[in-house]
């Protein structure tokens, strides 16, 4: 992400087969038409989570343009957007009140959802979280698959065409493609930038898809880690890529069964990983929480990561899907969920209008219920009415119908 570069545990493993890409990413919806507003979380994790985004958008130059259903807003309006909401449900008001608050003061547009027949405009939902594996500091015994900083030999240069950062590597006065997993793992091309060792090399391998996690070290204690870089190169499925090569079912396909079969086939490992040539680079942090591409720590349940290309970072919405309920470390039953969110990640496969991904937390439990969410879902994002934006309202000291 990142991100938390987001894995879609189970989702990741296949997700990419049904990833769409809207051409008008959010639409404008009627009054009739909006949802009911029923949050099933706690308030005072919406309140983090909004704060977060609102540290974020105050940082942003104030001439910075949002844009949604083809029109232009300054980054204010959103911010606006978001302190408005927060002085809404600082009251903690009923579902009932908090649905009219909506309707007076919000447009509400609707995520356009997967590419094709899609008249209803639904999501593929699926989630993510921040794993916890086993590390050391140096190669010793088991601990022989390194996680990297980033190296030296890695360059940005700024494409003109595009007015985007591409990344490479400088060869004889050339800007060429930075090196791909396997040339990195195989032949050391980011040696000496060593952060940490891992026991499994999938393991390592889910950590670059997580993009953050924590390590326990040897002495018991326990770093955050997470994305800094990525080497520039396409991210591709390894659980599309087993669906297609005929080692398993879309159905079986979940990072279970997969580590079941490299289990099975060592062998095939390094054909199987690298066929992602994506490879990312870490850096310490100095928190336990999962940072998110904004660069603010993410909120699990309230956080979610989509393709900001299409729609904007830090923004305020309100997702519908279906949730994994556990018990004792086994999902038993699928129940409906619906709550607000904040775009405050993105992730190499998290592309085009029709993704969503939900932060779920940190833990064997939160990648249980991450790894198998691969969920239809919707999305609206909430603006506030222009009219409402007046500065002798600024304090947003409005009645509360």
């Known amino acids: 992400m990142s991100k938390v570069f987001s894995f879609l545990t189970l989702c990741c493993v296949a997700i990419l087969i049904f990833a769409g890409c809207g051409k008008r990413p959010l639409l404008p919806l009627a009054a009739t038409k909006y949802p009911v507003f029923a ?4 308030y005072a994790d919406l309140d983090r989570a909004i704060e977060q985004s609102l540290i974020y958008l105050r940082k942003r130059p104030r001439s910075s343009q949002i844009t949604i259903a083809g029109r232009s807003y300054p980054i204010d309006h ?26 007076a003061y919000f447009d509400i547009y609707q ?19 921040q794993p916890l594996f086993e ?22 240069r700024h494409d003109s065409g595009s007015g985007k950062k591409r990344i490479g590597r400088l060869e004889g006065g050339r800007f060429l493609n930075y090196w791909s997993r396997s040339e990195i793992e195989d032949k050391g091309r980011a040696a000496g930038n060593e952060l940490v060792y891992l026991k499994d090399p999938l393991d390592a391998f889910l950590l670059h898809v997580q993009g953050s996690g924590l390590i326990k070290l040897p002495d018991g204690s326990i770093r955050g880690i997470h994305y ?45 990983l690298y066929h992602n040539d994506s490879f990312i680079f870490f850096d310490w942090t100095t928190t336990y929480g999962a940072i998110g591409n904004l660069g603010r720590e993410l909120t699990a349940g309230r956080s979610i990561a989509m393709d900001q290309d299409r729609f904007p970072a830090g923004a305020l919405s309100f997702l519908s899907s279906r949730k994994p309920v556990l018990n004792n470390g086994r999902i038993v039953n699928w129940i409906p969920f619906s709550r607000f969110v904040l775009v405050q990640d993105t992730g190499s496969a998290i592309r085009g209008s029709g993704r969503v991904d939900l932060f ?37 000291d409005y009645p509360l119908i």
Do not use: C
């Open 228 to 272: 800094a870089m990525k080497n520039g190169r396409e991210y591709k499925s390894i659980g599309k890529y087993m669906v297609q090569t005929g080692r398993m079912t879309l159905a079986e396909a979940s990072i279970d069964s997969i580590r079941s079969y490299l289990a099975a086939h060592p062998e095939e490992l390094r054909e199987i």
């Open 39 to 42: 949050d099933d979380l706690e």
């Open 111 to 129: 995520a356009s959802g997967t590419d094709g027949y899609n008249p209803q405009r639904k999501m593929l939902v699926t989630s993510y979280y």
């Open 360 to 396: 779920w937390g940190t833990g064997t439990d939160a990648g249980l219920a991450a790894g198998r969410m691969k969920e239809e879902g919707t999305l609206y994002f909430l603006l506030l009415k222009e009219q409402f934006l007046k500065p002798a309202l600024v304090n947003y």
């Open 135 to 156: 590390g050391n500091l140096t190669a010793e015994g088991a601990y022989r698959y390194p996680i990297y900083g980033i190296p030296d030999t890695l360059v940005l």
């Open 78 to 103: 959103l911010t606006r957007s978001l302190l408005f909401f927060r002085n809404l449900v600082a009251e903690h008001p009923s579902a009932e009140l908090l649905n009219r608050q909506i309707n």
